[in-house]
């Protein structure tokens, strides 16, 4: 762990760095995750193609760009990035997560570079994307972990972000009920570090950043995941520099 890893909740790095074998088993502990990721896909496939004026059929639109993702575990977010033409770099406070996203994308031939770093100590500069979904919660300092994110966006970049929302629903649903019945680790979620729309909008102003859409994320037993005009569970915001 490097000097500014305090931002970094070392039992937080712990307890995802001990699901690194299962983060790639759709049946396994990470399954919320494979379930929830198609629909955020969707979401940071339309922002890209209005952001960057794409044609939504395009297969790479992210040929010739920087694509950053900060907390990427092994690597859900990372490999189709790549897939999508980007030159995809991706940090995890976990070496755990790190060797996991390396393992996985090798094989596949997917140039990755990935990095056991903070984003706080994190030297790069002027990616055209930077995502972060599903982090923000688990980190000590949430200005300076934003202030990060914000120092690798290029000038007319594209930032995703997103987050629990801090409501009843979300403790009901996040965790009383997913780490009680299994669908989620026990220790993944604490209720009282979930941040409001309203709350990450303002740390988000703080480092320079504009909110242009706020998205929610809802679920439900028979549909599953869903983009939703309801911010109550979880939501997703597309950021740009002010």
């Not at 729309?197 to 994320?217: R, Y």
Request: charge should be negative.
């Amino acid at each position: 762990m490097t000097k500014a890893s305090s931002t970094i909740k070392p039992d937080e790095a712990a307890h995802f760095g001990a699901l690194a074998a299962e983060w790639w088993d759709p049946k396994g502990s990470s399954a919320m995750l494979h379930r929830l990721n198609p629909v955020r896909l969707r979401y940071i496939r339309d922002a890209i193609d209005l952001h960057f004026h794409c044609d939504s059929s395009l297969l790479n639109p992210l040929v010739g760009k920087m694509a950053l993702d900060v907390g990427c575990g092994a690597g859900l977010l990372c490999e189709p990035l790549a897939r999508l033409g980007g030159d995809v770099t991706g940090l995890d406070a976990a070496p755990e997560n790190i060797a996991a996203a390396k393992a996985h994308a090798e094989p596949q031939g997917l140039a990755i570079d990935y990095r056991n770093e903070a984003i706080e100590d994190f030297e790069g500069r002027g990616f055209d994307l930077v995502t972060s979904l599903e982090v923000i919660e688990h980190v000590d300092d949430p200005q300076v972990f934003v202030n990060g994110l914000a120092g690798a966006l290029a000038d007319d970049g594209l930032m995703i972000i997103s987050t629990p929302n801090r409501t009843a629903l979300s403790k009901l649903m996040l965790v009383e009920l997913a780490e009680r019945t299994g669908q989620i680790p026990r220790g993944t979620h604490h209720h009282e570090q979930f941040i409001t729309p309203g709350e990450l909008e303002k740390l988000l102003n703080a480092a320079g950043l504009e909110v242009i859409d706020t998205t929610g994320l809802s679920y439900s037993p028979s549909k599953g995941f869903a983009l939703s005009d309801n911010l109550a569970l979880n939501y997703l915001m597309t950021v740009v520099k002010a």
